[in-house]
């Protein structure tokens, strides 16, 4: 099965300055989607960004950028300008394409922002 | 307006007792979810559904038992609830293999005491 890894159980950031919350992935498949789940305190799951594993272009939304190294099973996102609502827990996930709908969840980042 | 709906958004119970929770999509997918969130975040999915039939079964207890009346509604039944059943509970659903983002519903917090 495929395995999702957060090895940032925590991380801070600055108001306005940047970050970049770090995710790996364990798989054999070649096309495969990744994506960035915000959940704060209200519990609500949240898409923050999605990418398609084979679209070479790292995919951004507005502040939300992430780094996409196919080869090296990576997939990490970097907030800029952090602004405090961007406060968190944010989890890294991945869909395949081929064994039906499961998604596979890593064990989260609890994102803080200091002000 | 709301895309995935749940109810209850909190549950408080006894041990011993049989709860449901519901839930509701109007995005028109055709597969739901259900997931569980321990006390440590970790997100584990329990079942999923595509056209009201079961493609997800995970290992959990029996006392654990999804129902899909239609493609919008996939409701959470519990039995015999237990102390460890204590979580909360994410509904969510997506487009099958063409829609591959899954959206959440708010979660539903469940407390047995």
């Known amino acids: 099965a495929q395995t999702v890894t957060q090895s940032q159980p925590e991380m801070s950031v600055q108001e306005a300055e940047t970050v970049t919350l770090s995710c790996t992935y364990d798989t054999s498949e070649s096309d495969y989607y990744l994506f960035w789940y915000k959940q704060p305190p209200s519990r609500q799951m949240i898409l923050v960004i999605r990418q398609e594993a084979y679209k070479q272009q790292n995919a951004t939304e507005n502040r939300f950028s992430v780094n996409f190294q196919k080869a090296a099973k990576s997939f990490s996102l970097k907030i800029s300008d952090s602004q405090l609502g961007d406060a968190a827990m944010y989890f890294c996930?991945?869909?395949?394409?081929?064994?039906?709908?499961?998604?596979?969840f890593g064990t989260g980042t609890s994102l803080t922002v200091i002000p | 307006d709301t895309a995935v709906s749940q109810t209850p958004k909190y549950l408080v119970t006894q041990m011993g007792n049989d709860k449901s929770i519901k839930c509701e999509q109007n995005?028109?997918?055709?597969?739901m979810y259900w997931y569980k969130q321990d006390s440590k975040k970790f997100l584990k999915i329990m079942f999923s559904?595509?056209?009201?039939?079961?493609?997800i079964n995970e290992t959990v207890p029996n006392r654990f038992s999804p129902k899909s009346p239609d493609k919008a509604h996939l409701n959470l039944h519990i039995n015999s609830l237990e102390l460890g059943d204590s979580a909360v509970y994410f509904c969510?659903?997506?487009?099958?293999?063409?829609?591959?983002?899954?959206?959440f519903g708010p979660g539903t917090r469940l407390l047995v005491l």
């Open positions: 559904y595509n056209n009201k039939e079961l493609i």
């Open positions: 996930a991945y869909r395949s394409k081929n064994t039906g709908n499961q998604f596979y």
């Open positions: 969510a659903s997506s487009q099958g293999n063409k829609g591959e983002t899954q959206y």
């Open positions: 995005l028109g997918h055709d597969t």
